[in-house]
């Protein structure tokens, strides 16, 4: 039978450090996107609880914990992903959930990045137009926005700790665009 | 020279620095113009059409003048202004627009010529003979006439591009603007203060005003050092807010401190989108000049610019100065330049009224009517009530008034309004949204003023944001009234500037005005007035007031031209940022791209992603060889290309089929599940839009194929049909293309290279054409559909991305053994050729589906987008230009896409034109060149000849009409 390797989509682009920041490529586990279908919002949430312990997340918001997911930690979270859609991180859906919604593999779609330290939250303003000011996109806060010219998902993990998901074909553009973003930083002592 | 005194510069570390290839010592501190005026050089630029020698005339960024080059080859940076340039070690600054050097300029003979070169003169003049105009008298005038240039290598200087949000952006950090601040962050609102200078101050930098009983910089430096302490509060210096845009953005350029700058990775500006909820605009005033002949002497300066530099950089531009004006600003120049023991040869008020209380010859009610001294002012020339006097100067500093810094509440289409009382233009209310103004950018000029003006305008925003404002003591400050008496020009003989920059003297203003260009704006693009990269900053009011007096009208009726973002000059690749070479767009690279390029496969751009041309093997030279061969391993044995680019849409739920049988042409609601149909989407309009194929996965789940270069395209428009045209139906669809990676296995032997690869082998009786369903590769699960783009039997594998480019490499090494290999795009556009299958060069978005040979594909028994427009008179028939086949039959053997389709005795002209070719290409197969092409009637010309004309290449060659699909008619091929 023939072998097949599997190859993350940042292989041999990461981990980029520069001063005090560094990128780094996160395994979220399986990633599903959950899309319900007319009126069935609240019974997928239910479902969602009972099955994988977690609510379904309101628009700009994430459920459970992903920072411990990008950590590596085996649990399930939920990122919201656009119009009534979310990311189902970390676990095989259950398939009950296929009555509420419309589910889809994603888990080879999405680059996973995380930038994390001093300096980070600096980077992401060169790259993002979003309000990154901690009152208004706090801790488990999450948008789909541009990253320089890409479309981007960016989650906040902490003060200076971003989760970015990009599609996968633009790893290499996405490791090129945060390294020269996270150059300038540095430069200016900023990180 | 440089003087004592207690300006900040005080004893500052020396710094080398050269001009112009001479090297100087300047201060920390200094600005490349106060080192230079401290090492008293006067000459700094020639002026852009005259030549003129010009000194250093202001000490900001509105300076016209002194205007200089530095870095070489794709570092180089013309037109930076000496007044904003910091020194720094090794700074090798050039002057610009002077042949062969500053002091001696051989085009500084267009100034005598002077009395040619009025406004206007070259329409007037090189009109004739026409031709000229372009190879002649254009290159011949720019090369006189002009600023610095560019060096023509591709720029290598980092610029990058940043946004920030608050809650309330302030513009300028002198008196207001730091109590706007204040206030505001006392109050706890995101505040960021931007001021263009390298320290917060404003004027308090440059004058002797004490606020608060300490030096007004003392002052300044305790705000600021409040303000930076604060987590609420952004301090960005040497950032100057270029333009007011919808929404409350505003751009801004940031110019990084040099020793910034020079670390590695570091950029050398930053341009800024600052998004504010409110605005407070404290930009302050500039110092308006007077005009008189030859009042662009180097040597005459503003008022304002000789107290910066007596005050803070203890330079004195002169061993004698005069001072002229027509406001107190004068008096308070002549104290400080007292004060730092300079001696000032002659106080002129042009105010009759005036009294000095100064131990300076005083001349009330007397102008400056001329300036001596070609390189460098040595003596001015005086109207006084009894007569005319000369008086010995080396400088002289003047003052017209103050012109409020309006600009920014002007960008979006607001007009100032003209305050008589201190005869200047003050912002309009409410002329930019959530912008108010303060300060002495309001038309309030006294210290105290000034800083009750910021507390007023931050309480007005605290307001608007819900925010509760602090008490907020003013502090102590000199609140003396503005005495101006009005004067534009000094009468007299000889040219009497008014745009330094642009050399636009009073003179070209009255022609305009007696040419008939009696609107500002006229007069303005008459006389490039304004036009200068300063932008009319120091020249705009004067000009407009001249005209007004020339055209009998008063100013506020004569209006002021429109101020147009930036505020100051921002260089293009500080607006691109981001966008230079590769950073022009992101790259979509599939997961076999490695390997492709290993093989030396040259990669195209389909849309942002790189796909392979062809794979050379080893002896082959020309992409035709690779081509060819590829295409005859396909025919011949197999092939294996990714296809991973197209888009792919996974479309769930009950309705699902509702909404295929809507977006398609045909039907799908009736494909059976594990079957693959193709389908045509039609726009609103009855035009094809693309085409693909879609499977049906299960009951309720459909996978829809895209074409690369309109997935996007697609996916907008299904969510479009949905969310506007029918969301009543219960049908969700993502995109998965990033999800899988997928490869056409082509070819005789696609079978056999499949079979050996999946954990258990299909036959066909399984797995007839158009099937699909879930197959097993090395235990991991795969997507298998049986569907051709080359007319050969075929297949497309489609694997989780992770194992793309093992799959690929897999198939590859295992194809080579059958005698085949990988094929890339020029090949896959031969085999569709040959098959006569469509792409966008073919639905390019003029096509319908009955020109394209698909009409009976648009479904009678039921509706959907496109089908009623598709109906329309026009849309189909005989005169419609159809999809034909072409071969060439006549003598040349070649066809060429682009060319138009002719009756063979027609004269090729585009009236007779009946059609052209989309695609073309050699096929390997049938040993000749291939063509699609649309010709009008055309399926009804099959066997008639017709002449191709390709005008731009001049190929002329006879084709036969045949049908599209030129191999393999019946299809046996692919249906195995």
């Given at each position: ?11 041999g682009l ?12 996160v ?6 996107s959950?899309?319900?279908y ?6 997928l949430?239910?479902a969602?609880k ?5 609510a379904a997340?309101?628009p700009g ?14 649990e399930a ?10 990311l ?9 959930l296929a ?7 994603q ?5 996973c ?7 980070a ?12 000011r901690?009152?208004a ?11 320089q010219?890409m ?11 971003y989760?970015?998901l990009?599609f996968r074909?633009?790893?290499?553009t996405l ?5 020269q973003a996270?150059?300038?930083v540095?430069?200016?002592g900023g990180g | 020279?440089?003087i ?6 005080g004893?500052?570390r020396?710094i080398g ?6 090297a100087?010592q300047?201060?920390?501190?200094d600005?490349?113009?106060s ?18 020698p ?13 205007l ?12 930076l202004?000496?007044t904003q ?7 090798a600054?050039?002057?610009?627009n002077?042949w062969?050097?500053l002091t ?12 040619f ?9 090189f009109?004739?003979?026409r031709?000229f105009?372009?190879r002649?008298y ?10 610095g240039?560019?060096?023509?290598a ?6 990058e591009k ?6 309330l952006?302030?513009?300028?950090a002198?008196?207001?603007?730091l ?8 109050a706890?609102?995101?505040?960021i ?8 101050g404003?004027?308090?930098n440059?004058e ?5 009983g300490?030096?007004?910089r003392?002052?300044?430096a ?5 303000l ?24 801004a350029l940031?110019?990084?401190?040099p020793?910034?700058a020079?670390?590695p990775?570091?950029?050398r500006?930053?341009?800024?989108r600052?998004?504010?909820?409110r605005?407070?605009?404290?930009a ?12 662009d002497?180097p ?16 330079v ?15 008096h ?5 330049l007292?004060?730092a ?7 002129i ?7 000095c209380s100064l131990?300076v ?5 007397a102008?400056?009517?001329n ?9 001015v ?7 005319e006097?000369?008086?010995e100067?080396e400088?002289?500093a003047?003052?017209g008034g ?6 920014l ?5 607001g007009?100032?309004?003209?305050r ?16 108010v103004?303060?300060g002495?950018?309001?038309g ?9 003006g910021?507390v007023?305008?931050?309480r007005e925003?605290?307001?608007?944001l819900g925010r509760?404002?602090p ?10 009234r503005?005495d ?6 000094v009468?007299?003989r000889?040219?009497a ?8 003297t009073?003179?070209d203003v009255r022609?305009a ?7 500002v704006e006229h007069?303005k693009?008459?006389?490039t007035?304004?036009m200068?990269p300063?932008?009319?900053k120091?020249?705009n009011v ?15 009726e004569t ?5 147009r973002?930036p505020?100051?000059p921002v260089?293009i690749a500080a ?7 590769k950073?022009?767009?992101?790259q979509r ?11 030396g ?8 992603w ?18 060819d061969?590829?295409?005859?391993m396909v025919r011949?044995?197999?092939?294996v290309?990714d ?25 799908f609601?009736t494909?059976?599940p594990g079957?693959?149909?193709?389908g045509l989407?039609?726009?609103?309009d009855?035009h094809?839009?693309d085409d ?7 009951e309720n789940?459909?996978?829809m194929?895209?074409?690369t270069?309109a997935?996007?395209?697609v996916m907008?428009h299904?969510?479009?049909v949905?969310q ?9 669809m ?9 490869f ?5 032997k696609s079978a ?8 258990a082998?299909v ?7 158009m ?8 235990g991991v ?5 049986r569907?051709?783009f080359?007319?050969e039997r ?15 490499r897999e198939l590859?090494a ?5 005698g085949?290999?990988?094929y890339g795009?020029e090949a896959l556009?031969?085999l569709r ?7 966008h060069?073919e ?10 040979g698909?009409g ?7 509706d959907?987008i496109?089908?009623?427009?598709a109906?329309r ?14 071969k060439?039959?006549g ?9 138009h389709?002719?009756?063979?005795g ?8 009946q059609?052209?070719?989309t ?5 390997p197969?049938?040993?000749h060149f291939?063509?699609?092409g649309?010709l ?5 010309r ?6 191709m004309?390709d005008?731009?290449?001049g ?11 030129q191999y ?9």
């Amino acid at each position: 039978m023939v072998e097949l390797a599997p190859k993350s989509p940042l292989a041999g682009l990461v981990p980029v450090t520069v001063g005090r920041m560094t990128l780094t490529e996160v395994d979220l586990g399986r990633l599903t996107s959950v899309a319900p279908y007319r009126g069935r919002d609240e019974g997928l949430s239910e479902a969602l609880k009972a099955a994988h312990g977690i609510a379904a997340p309101e628009p700009g918001r994430v459920t459970g914990r992903v920072a411990a997911r990008a950590s590596g930690r085996d649990e399930a979270c939920a990122i919201w992903f656009g119009q009534r859609m979310f990311l189902l991180a970390g676990a095989d859906p259950d398939p009950a959930l296929a009555q509420y919604a419309a589910l889809s593999d994603q888990s080879d779609g999405w680059a996973c990045a995380r930038i994390q330290g001093r300096g980070a939250t600096q980077v992401l303003a060169r790259l993002t137009p979003i309000d990154l000011r901690p009152a208004a996109f706090r801790r488990g806060h999450t948008a789909r926005t541009e990253l320089q010219h890409m479309a981007a998902s960016i989650t906040r993990l902490g003060e200076d700790d971003y989760l970015i998901l990009v599609f996968r074909a633009l790893a290499g553009t996405l490791v090129q665009d945060v390294r020269q973003a996270m150059q300038g930083v540095a430069a200016r002592g900023g990180g | 020279m440089r003087i004592g005194g207690e300006g900040p510069i005080g004893r500052g570390r020396r710094i080398g620095f050269t001009f112009d290839g001479r090297a100087y010592q300047g201060l920390a501190g200094d600005t490349l113009a106060s080192a230079l005026l401290a090492n008293g050089v006067r000459v700094m630029g020639r002026s852009f059409k005259y030549h003129r020698p010009r000194g250093v005339m202001t000490a900001g960024s509105e300076e016209p003048n002194a205007l200089v080059t530095v870095g070489r080859g794709g570092l180089q940076e013309p037109n930076l202004r000496a007044t904003q340039l910091e020194l720094h070690e090794g700074l090798a600054a050039r002057s610009q627009n002077r042949w062969p050097s500053l002091t001696f300029d051989i085009l500084a003979l267009n100034d005598l010529a002077s009395p040619f070169f009025g406004a206007g003169f070259y329409y007037k003049t090189f009109m004739w003979p026409r031709a000229f105009w372009e190879r002649v008298y254009e290159p011949m005038i720019r090369r006189a006439a002009g600023l610095g240039a560019l060096s023509g290598a591709p720029s290598d200087l980092r610029v990058e591009k940043a946004w920030a949000h608050c809650d309330l952006l302030v513009i300028g950090a002198g008196p207001a603007g730091l109590m706007a601040a204040l206030t505001a962050a006392r109050a706890g609102a995101d505040v960021i203060i931007a001021d263009e200078d390298t320290r917060p101050g404003g004027r308090l930098n440059a004058e002797t005003i004490e606020v608060d009983g300490v030096p007004g910089r003392d002052w300044a430096a305790e705000i600021t050092a409040e303000l930076s302490g604060m987590d609420n509060v952004r301090v960005m210096t040497r950032t100057t807010v270029t333009g007011a845009y919808d929404g409350g953005t505003y751009g801004a350029l940031e110019r990084l401190a040099p020793e910034v700058a020079a670390r590695p990775g570091a950029p050398r500006e930053c341009f800024w989108r600052i998004v504010a909820r409110r605005a407070v605009l404290a930009a302050g005033a500039l110092e308006r000049p007077i005009a008189f002949a030859n009042n662009d002497r180097p040597g005459v300066m503003m008022a304002g610019a000789v107290r910066a530099y007596v005050n803070r950089w203890c330079v004195s531009p002169g061993r004698s100065v005069a001072v002229f004006g027509n406001n107190s600003d004068a008096h308070r120049t002549v104290a400080d330049l007292l004060a730092a023991g300079v001696h000032v040869s002659a106080l002129i008020d042009a105010r009759h009224d005036a009294t000095c209380s100064l131990d300076v010859p005083f001349y009330p009610g007397a102008q400056v009517s001329n300036a001596h001294g070609r390189c460098g002012l040595e003596a001015v020339s005086i109207l006084t009530p009894s007569g005319e006097e000369k008086i010995e100067a080396e400088c002289l500093a003047m003052s017209g008034g103050w012109n409020p810094s309006v600009h920014l509440t002007c960008h979006m289409n607001g007009r100032p309004d003209w305050r008589e009382d201190i005869a200047a233009f003050v912002p309009r209310p409410g002329a930019v949204p959530g912008l108010v103004a303060a300060g002495v950018a309001r038309g309030d000029f006294s210290t105290r003023a000034c800083l009750q003006g910021g507390v007023a305008a931050a309480r007005e925003a605290l307001t608007a944001l819900g925010r509760t404002a602090p008490e907020i003591d003013i502090p102590g400050a000199e609140d003396s009234r503005y005495d101006i008496t009005p004067i534009w020009s000094v009468p007299g003989r000889g040219r009497a500037w008014l745009d330094f920059q642009n050399d636009v003297t009073v003179k070209d203003v009255r022609l305009a005005a007696q040419e008939n260009f009696r609107s500002v704006e006229h007069m303005k693009r008459y006389t490039t007035q304004g036009m200068a990269p300063d932008q009319g900053k120091n020249s705009n009011v004067n000009a407009l007031a001249v005209l007004a007096d020339a055209t009998g009208r008063a100013i506020a009726e004569t209006g002021t031209t429109t101020f147009r973002p930036p505020y100051v000059p921002v260089s293009i690749a500080a607006m691109g940022v981001g966008g230079r070479g590769k950073g022009f767009a992101p790259q979509r690279l599939t997961t076999s791209h490695e390997l492709s390029v290993a093989r030396g496969a040259p990669m195209i751009e389909a849309g942002l992603w790189y796909r392979p041309s062809y794979f050379p093997a080893p002896g082959e030279s020309h992409w035709r060889q690779s081509c060819d061969r590829e295409v005859l391993m396909v025919r011949n044995a197999v092939g294996v290309t990714d296809v991973s680019t197209l888009g792919k849409i996974d479309i769930q739920g009950p309705d699902a089929a509702a909404l295929l049988d809507l977006v398609y042409a045909n039907t799908f609601s009736t494909l059976k599940p594990g079957r693959v149909r193709y389908g045509l989407m039609l726009r609103e309009d009855g035009h094809v839009m693309d085409d693909g194929t879609t499977a049906r996965l299960g009951e309720n789940q459909y996978l829809m194929t895209t074409t690369t270069a309109a997935a996007g395209l697609v996916m907008r428009h299904l969510e479009f049909v949905h969310q506007c045209l029918r969301p009543d139906w219960d049908v969700r669809m993502v995109s998965v293309t990033e999800n899988w990676a997928q490869f056409a296995i082509a070819g005789p032997k696609s079978a056999e290279l499949l079979n050996g690869l999946l954990d258990a082998p299909v036959a066909d009786a399984d797995w007839p054409f158009m099937s699909c369903g879930p197959v097993s590769v090395g235990g991991v699960g795969a997507r298998l559909f049986r569907i051709s783009f080359s007319g050969e039997r075929g297949y497309e594998l489609a694997v989780p991305a992770r194992y793309g480019e093992a799959l690929f490499r897999e198939l590859v090494a295992r194809a080579e053994p059958l005698g085949g290999g990988p094929y890339g795009m020029e090949a896959l556009n031969v085999l569709r050729i040959e098959k006569g299958f469509i792409t966008h060069a073919e639905i390019h978005g003029r096509t319908t589906a009955f020109d394209i040979g698909m009409g009976g594909m648009v479904s009678k028994a039921k509706d959907c987008i496109g089908k009623a427009a598709a109906a329309r008179p026009g849309l189909s028939g005989e005169e419609r230009e159809q999809l034909v086949g072409l071969k060439p039959v006549g003598t040349v053997k070649m066809l060429v896409p682009g060319a138009h389709l002719f009756e063979e005795g027609a004269e090729a002209v585009s009236d007779n034109s009946q059609g052209y070719i989309t695609s073309a290409a050699f096929s390997p197969t049938l040993g000749h060149f291939l063509g699609l092409g649309f010709l009008r009637n055309g399926r009804a010309r099959h066997g008639q000849r017709v002449r191709m004309v390709d005008h731009l290449k001049g190929v002329v060659a006879i084709c036969e009409v045949q049908d599209p699909v030129q191999y393999d008619r019946d299809g046996g091929r692919m249906r195995g």
